[in-house]
C-alpha cells in the first residue's frame, strides 16, 4: 500500500491553533478516540436513537458545509456534492464515490469503501455507518435549494460493510 501526503490544505492559526481547511475550522483526532466516542454514547442511547440524534446533525453540518464551499470555490450544482465527496475521503472517513445523481429527480447513491467505523466494528452483522446518512441529505438540499429547487430529501443506508455479504455500505438520497 503506497502513502500519500494529505490532499486537503490544511492551515494553522499560530496564535489560536486553530485549524482550517478551505477557510472551516477543523479538529483532527485519532481514528479510535472518534470512534470509541461514537461506540460509548451508541451504548448509552442504543443505536436508532443515536442515529436520528445524528441524521439531524449531520444534515445540518453537511448543508453549512456544502454553502460554505460552494461560495469559497465558486461551485455549485452536481460539482458541490463531487467536492464535498471528495473532502469526506480525503479526510479519513472512508472512500466516498458517487454512483449516480440526478439533480432534477433529487437522487443519488454513494458507495462508501474503507469506512472508519468498519475498521473498527468489524463485521457485526447490523450497519454501523449511520454517521454519515444525514450528510447526504443535507448537502442535496443545500444544492437543491441554491438552485431554486422545492425538492427535499431523505437519505438511507441500503446496506454497509460491517454486514455479512458486504464489502462496502450503499446510501441513497431521494425526495421526501
Not at 486553530?18 to 451504548?43: C, K, Q
Not at 449531520?58 to 460552494?70: D, I, L, N, Q, R
Not at 470555490?73 to 464515490?97: D, N, P, T
Amino acid at each position: 500500500m503506497a502513502k500519500i501526503a494529505p490532499q486537503l490544505p490544511i492551515e494553522v492559526d499560530s496564535e489560536t491553533g486553530v485549524w482550517t481547511s478551505d477557510a472551516l475550522p477543523m479538529l483532527y483526532v485519532p481514528r479510535h478516540f472518534f470512534v470509541n466516542n461514537h461506540m460509548g454514547i451508541e451504548e448509552v442511547l442504543g443505536a436508532d436513537a443515536y442515529a436520528e440524534i445524528l441524521y439531524k446533525a449531520g444534515y445540518k453540518s453537511a448543508w453549512h458545509w456544502c454553502e460554505k464551499e460552494a461560495e469559497c470555490h465558486g461551485l455549485e450544482g452536481v460539482a458541490v456534492f463531487e467536492h464535498y465527496m471528495k473532502r469526506l475521503s480525503q479526510r479519513g472517513w472512508g472512500l466516498f464515490k458517487i454512483q449516480d445523481i440526478d439533480l432534477d429527480q433529487g437522487t443519488a447513491s454513494v458507495k462508501l469503501e474503507h469506512s472508519a467505523f468498519v475498521y473498527v466494528y468489524g463485521k457485526v452483522g447490523r450497519k454501523v455507518d449511520y454517521m454519515f446518512t444525514g450528510w447526504f441529505a443535507g448537502a442535496m438540499d443545500q444544492i437543491l435549494q441554491a438552485r431554486g429547487s422545492n425538492i427535499r430529501t431523505v437519505a438511507e443506508q441500503v446496506y454497509g460493510g460491517s454486514e455479512e455479504g458486504h464489502d462496502d455500505g450503499l446510501f441513497i438520497v431521494k425526495p421526501l
